[in-house]
């Protein structure tokens, strides 16, 4: 029987096709809607024209996309759910992710030049900074993430300007759906002729680490600040184009940030951290963006609207600020100087992740389920009786809801726990627990495997003995009823 969709998921489709960066495996993938949050989202197909292959892969299928579903970042395409769809004469997967409304950075750069316009160096700097925070999520996750297919063609715009890294998942769908397996009548990125040139030397050999998207990332950055490397009627662009665009470059900063990307010895490019630190993109940020973030990742604290009452209650000749001087007249800053309509605008901006804080963010690692990022080959060695503990949590957990559905036998229910962290990220855990398993083993078992904070172990399974006591009492009156 197939997993069916919630019922509320997506009702129709928009468009018979959409273009949001092409995957391996992916036979189509078309605009549709979703009624619950009434947002735009791109349904994505999967075929397997060998159903005998899908079922032994169906296990390693659905713990990829249970991974996919906990990367979570501002600058990242969001992979929301996925089902599988059993028939007669064939199987498929079917995910749906989140649509990008204006298109990718490739359509973006080909418009501006066909306007003859050039890259704002201001919009250059903001783009390149939330593109390597993203980088530097998927890279500092422990064991990290190496995305694989970075080109123009994968990094895509919101209409507020907010940049995010689609195609997450290329490298993770070469490795769980071989090409024997999978129907397909479309070319994998890394075959096309005209985005060869975003690929490092190294590319695909056994050692690749992050340095194949720092190599990427240059090769964007470069695009971006010059619009188009020309291939000269090449199928494909040449080393010496890209050398040309980057002197070409007047910026001797912007000139020698994409080239030390683009170093062909992977062991001398930087890191996304590194990059961050750069002096074309470091700057001090200002009090204001400091205060802005202060205030987004305090909001739950915090009353509804309070922004907006603030502002209402404010005397608009009152003097916000003043600075004085000993041998000129001072400046005065009144609140009728700033229009609350932009503060508003400022803040959404600062929400949806257009003015990142990455470069002043520790590197601390990001644990993320290992099958995530390691070969098959590799999970298995992990996969032992006793495993190690992983390194401890130092987060503390301040919000938990959790979803329990049990089978119909009530042998067993599955447990979907959603856990917001102080530093706002969020983690969304699932497992199927049977009734010998108890809210105090649950909650150990979190803390063996780092997901929680040791101190919120009592907490956690406080938490959890109440919301299972609930699920059994209200699983008890249901089976009275009937």
């Not at 071989?178 to 975003?198: C, I, M, T, Y």
């Not at 001398?268 to 961050?276: E, F, I, Q, V, W």
Request: hydrophobic share 35%.
């Amino acid at each position: 029987n197939p997993i069916e969709p919630s019922a509320c998921l997506i009702s129709w489709f928009l468009s018979p096709y959409v273009s949001q960066g092409n995957v391996p495996g992916v036979e189509s993938a078309s605009l549709a809607m979703d009624t619950e949050e009434g947002v735009e989202v791109v349904w994505n197909e999967v075929l397997f024209s060998d159903k005998k292959v899908f079922k032994a892969q169906e296990e390693k299928i659905k713990e990829m996309f249970e991974n996919l579903m906990q990367v979570e970042h501002p600058n990242i395409v969001k992979f929301h759910k996925y089902w599988l769809d059993m028939k007669e004469t064939q199987a498929r997967v079917i995910f749906i992710t989140e649509y990008m409304s204006s298109g990718s950075l490739k359509q973006f750069l080909k418009k501006t030049k066909k306007n003859h316009k050039t890259m704002n160096v201001k919009a250059w700097k903001r783009w390149c900074t939330q593109i390597l925070s993203a980088l530097n999520y998927l890279h500092s996750c422990d064991p990290p993430i190496i995305h694989g297919n970075l080109t123009c063609d994968t990094i895509f715009i919101q209409h507020n300007g907010l940049i995010k890294i689609g195609s997450v998942w290329h490298r993770i769908f070469l490795s769980v759906f071989p090409d024997a397996s999978v129907h397909s009548k479309g070319r994998q990125h890394r075959d096309e002729q005209r985005n060869l040139h975003f690929f490092a030397p190294e590319y695909g050999g056994e050692s690749d680490d992050y340095s194949i998207d720092i190599f990427s990332f240059g090769i964007c950055a470069l695009e971006m600040a010059v619009l188009e490397i020309q291939a000269n009627g090449d199928s494909a662009v040449s080393k010496e184009a890209i050398v040309n665009a980057g002197q070409s470059l007047e910026d001797p900063l912007m000139r020698e940030f994409t080239q030390s990307c683009l170093r062909h010895d992977a062991n001398l490019r930087p890191t996304a951290h590194d990059l961050l630190f750069h002096r074309v993109l470091f700057e001090v940020h200002s009090l204001k963006l400091l205060a802005a973030h202060c205030l987004i990742n305090n909001q739950y604290l915090l009353p509804e609207n309070c922004v907006e009452e603030k502002t209402k209650s404010f005397d608009p000749n009152a003097v916000m600020a003043e600075i004085r001087h000993d041998d000129r007249p001072g400046v005065q800053l009144k609140y009728s100087h700033v229009s609350p309509l932009e503060l508003d605008k400022f803040l959404e901006d600062v929400k949806n992740g257009i003015y990142p804080l990455m470069n002043f963010a520790t590197s601390r690692p990001h644990p993320v389920p290992r099958a995530l990022s390691l070969s098959q080959e590799q999970v298995e060695t992990v996969k032992t009786p006793t495993p190690e503990p992983q390194e401890t949590e130092t987060r503390k957990v301040i919000q938990m809801h959790c979803n329990l559905e049990s089978n119909e036998e009530g042998t067993k229910t599955h447990l979907s726990l959603f856990l917001k962290m102080d530093d706002k990220l969020h983690r969304q855990l699932s497992c199927d627990i049977f009734p010998t398993d108890t809210p105090k083993d649950l909650a150990s078992e979190l803390v063996h495997y780092a997901f929680i904070n040791e101190e919120d172990s009592e907490k956690v399974a406080a938490f959890l003995e109440d919301s299972i006591s609930r699920h059994r009492v209200r699983a008890l009156a249901a089976g009275t009823n009937q």
